[in-house]
């Protein structure tokens, strides 16, 4: 199967190795082939802007036939998400404590994981309701850490879930629902946890059946999304890198890390190749030590695909530099 015939791609890489280039010009080739394409930034230093000399933003924008961007923006998911949650605790506290409330908020805005929570979530909701509007959404992010994080939350949640019984043992019915989030026993790895659709809220008091709804609403959206990323048939991972020491290292403990969690890695783009008929004696000095990385890139990823690109005398900028890129993509076996 091409790979634009994927769902759901995510490229990856080390800092400064092509991702936004090649993630740019693969969404390119799909759009080109009738997928209808959605490409999406994670990273705060929005590159794609950049790569389509254009404004892109925290809308999805047109940005040629068939292909749309979106650049998500941190900051925002944390305002928003907490905005909902800051609502949600108004519902339940006397007005007198609103100050008190909203002061707690704040401070949860800076606190460590406030960012990367919203915007995990903000990733499964564009997963789920991009698969509805697109033919395929591809993602230009480091993977790893996302990909590994967004298999986790269910069970961070049920860890959270368990705390949240233990400080609230007044609701007997809370727990006999919350505890359907926990994993089971001796847990199937693909369907670690009971179906929460089996378990109704009634009999509860509003509070708790705000919680436990939030709750189970969450705890589905994020297996929906671990079943997507998992699944060979819909998602692949690729990794871009460069023939030099630092990539190969980073992209060797990356892919261990995903391979570990049985996810469907698709292969490597070696960007940057020096072509043959670059001269010059700096140029034949870095030559000849490329081919000692090319030669471990070849021995570490034996099991891999692997599509070279060669090193461009120019900048990739813009829907025609892009275009030539997907053009390459395509000659190189994408």
Wanted: include cysteine; proline fraction near 5%; charge should be neutral.
């Amino acid at each position: 199967m091409p790979l634009t015939d994927k769902r759901v791609l995510l490229v990856g890489g080390k800092g400064g190795v092509g991702k936004t280039t090649v993630s740019s010009a693969l969404a390119l080739l799909a759009a080109g082939r009738g997928k209808r394409c959605l490409l999406v930034s994670t990273d705060p230093a929005h590159s794609l802007a950049d790569a389509f000399g254009r404004e892109i933003g925290d809308n999805i924008t047109r940005l040629a036939p068939n292909l749309d961007g979106l650049e998500l923006d941190p900051d925002r998911e944390v305002e928003q998400h907490l905005h909902k949650v800051l609502t949600q605790l108004k519902r339940f506290t006397r007005p007198e404590m609103y100050g008190e409330v909203e002061r707690q908020i704040r401070l949860t805005r800076q606190s460590p994981g406030a960012q990367e929570a919203a915007l995990l979530e903000r990733i499964a909701r564009v997963i789920e309701e991009g698969m509805q509007s697109h033919d395929l959404i591809v993602f230009d992010t480091a993977p790893t850490g996302h990909t590994l994080r967004l298999l986790s939350l269910p069970e961070a949640m049920a860890a959270w879930t368990q705390g949240l019984l233990r400080s609230n043992q007044r609701s007997e019915k809370l727990g006999e629902v919350l505890g359907h989030l926990t994993p089971k026993a001796g847990r199937d790895i693909d369907s670690p946890f009971d179906d929460p659709r089996e378990h109704e809220t009634a009999g509860l008091d509003d509070r708790s059946k705000a919680i436990t709804e939030t709750l189970l609403a969450r705890q589905r959206l994020f297996q929906r999304t671990r079943r997507v990323l998992t699944d060979v048939e819909q998602s692949a991972l690729l990794f871009v890198l460069t023939p030099e020491k630092l990539p190969i290292l980073e992209t060797g403990r990356a892919v261990a890390a995903l391979k570990a969690e049985k996810l469907p890695l698709a292969g490597l783009v070696v960007n940057r190749i020096l072509p043959d008929d670059a001269d010059g004696d700096f140029l034949a000095r870095r030559r000849e030590l490329e081919q000692t990385h090319l030669a471990e890139i070849a021995r570490l990823f034996a099991d891999l695909p692997r599509y070279p690109l060669f090193l461009q005398p120019t900048d990739i900028q813009g829907l025609a530099g892009l275009g030539e890129m997907a053009a390459r993509l395509e000659r190189a076996g994408l």
